[in-house]
């Protein structure tokens, strides 16, 4: 079982920028594929990107496309998602997760962390 911890949500200005971080603990870190979902309230639940196990591959949601960036690192047991150019729209709760496999697609994700706001204002 892998426990994650998300940080750096926020209330942001559209047009801003805001950096999440989740800290992974209790299953190898650099052998899984880890990913960034979210979730406004009233729709269903969105992956905003997936990197694998050694960064080499990354996939984006037609939605962030361009706007954000999902890196990890091992070292540190750490995954991160820049957002820039954020818009009211990027509003939801977002979670780190984890898969199992080294390269994963976004429906194979099993491990999940509780979650970071970010708001983004007009």
């Known amino acids: 079982q892998v426990q994650l911890v998300e940080s750096g949500g926020g209330l942001v200005q559209a047009g801003g920028s805001l950096r999440l971080s989740c800290v992974a603990s209790?299953?190898?870190?650099?052998?899984?594929?880890m990913g960034w979902f979210r979730q406004a309230p009233g729709k269903e639940r969105e992956c905003v990107g997936t990197?694998?196990?050694?960064?080499?591959?990354?996939y984006y949601g037609n939605s962030v496309k361009g706007r954000f960036t999902i890196s990890r690192d091992n070292a540190k047991n750490t995954v991160y998602l820049q957002m820039s150019s954020l818009k009211p729209e990027d509003t939801a709760v977002y979670y780190c997760?984890?898969?199992?496999?080294?390269?994963?697609?976004?429906?194979?994700?099993?491990?999940w962390g509780q979650g970071t706001q970010v708001t983004v204002s007009s």
């Open positions: 209790g299953r190898t870190f650099s052998s899984n594929a």
């Open positions: 990197i694998s196990w050694n960064g080499g591959n990354t």
């Open positions: 997760a984890a898969a199992r496999y080294m390269i994963a697609r976004p429906e194979s994700f099993d491990s």
